[in-house]
């Protein structure tokens, strides 16, 4: 039985085609920590909107969860550019230009989202 509870993976998500790790691996925990952080931002809006709390209010901690959400794609953006791309592009010039397409494609959805 699945976890009610467990995040989402986008069906477009897929597995790295080597083993090496990710450019965000040696901040992991740091993010996670992000993470459980915005969890309970999330939680805390849901609790105001049970309990009635003033609009304002409640879109002022929106806003926090929103710049919150973005620090964390910032930083993953720059490990991604700065491990996966700049790997890709040592390995060869047809895999660096993918990987810089690819970056591009996934900054393009952050800027329209």
């Known amino acids: ?16 085609e080597h083993d090496a790790p990710h450019g965000y691996a040696s901040d992991k925990e740091a993010y996670l920590k992000r993470m459980r952080r915005i969890e309970g931002q999330v939680r805390g809006i849901a609790r105001m ?5 003033y609009c304002i209010d409640i879109l002022t901690q929106v806003s926090a969860v929103t710049k919150a959400l973005q620090a964390v794609s ?3 953006v720059e490990d991604h550019l700065g491990h996966c791309v700049v790997d890709a592009a040592r390995a060869s010039e047809a895999e660096g230009a993918a990987k810089v397409k690819e970056a591009a494609d996934a900054i393009g959805r952050l800027v329209r989202s």
């Open 1 to 16: 039985m699945t976890d009610p509870t467990a995040p989402v993976v986008p069906t477009d998500a897929r597995p790295h």
């Open 49 to 53: 909107i049970d309990e009635d709390v």
């Open 74 to 76: 910032i930083g993953l």
